[in-house]
Nanobody, 123 residues
Framework: QVQLLESGGGLVQAGGPLRLSCAASGFTTAFYSIGWVRQVPEKAREGFSCISISDNKTMYEDFVKGRFTLSRDDAKNTVYLQMNSLKPEDTAVYYC????????????????WGQGTQVTVSS
């Protein structure tokens, strides 16, 4: 059974850092792409980054490029999202998602989802 569990969300001041974790179980991340998606109330989910574990390729949308970085720890079957220089507009529920397909920032790409973790950036 594929399961994803996000952690690390919380309240942070604008300009500060936060690191989210996505722990996977029931599958080996080596054969999956892991994406990160965020959502604010009454808006559609917005994908913004992904990592293709098989070749370590990463993708970032422009609005997080240079501020967010993906990494992984294969021994822990965990993917990390390091978020720096956070802005109030980054406030959202953050989800990690997985699928066997290619790395994509499109939320519709992914079949498996975590429960989400709230990130709140204060101004």
């Amino acid at each position: 059974q594929v399961q994803l569990l996000e952690s690390g969300g919380g309240l942070v001041q604008a300009g500060g850092p936060l690191r989210l974790s996505c722990a996977a179980s029931g599958f080996t991340t080596a054969f999956y792409s892991i994406g990160w998606v965020r959502q604010v109330p009454e808006k559609a989910r917005e994908g913004f980054s992904c990592i293709s574990i098989s070749d370590n390729k990463t993708m970032y949308e422009d609005f997080v490029k240079g501020r967010f970085t993906l990494s992984r720890d294969d021994a822990k079957n965990t993917v990390y999202l390091q978020m720096n220089s956070l802005k109030p507009e980054d406030t959202a529920v953050y989800y990690c998602a997985a699928d066997t397909g290619r790395c994509s920032v499109l939320a519709s790409t992914y079949r498996y989802w975590g429960q989400g973790t709230q990130v709140t950036v204060s101004s």
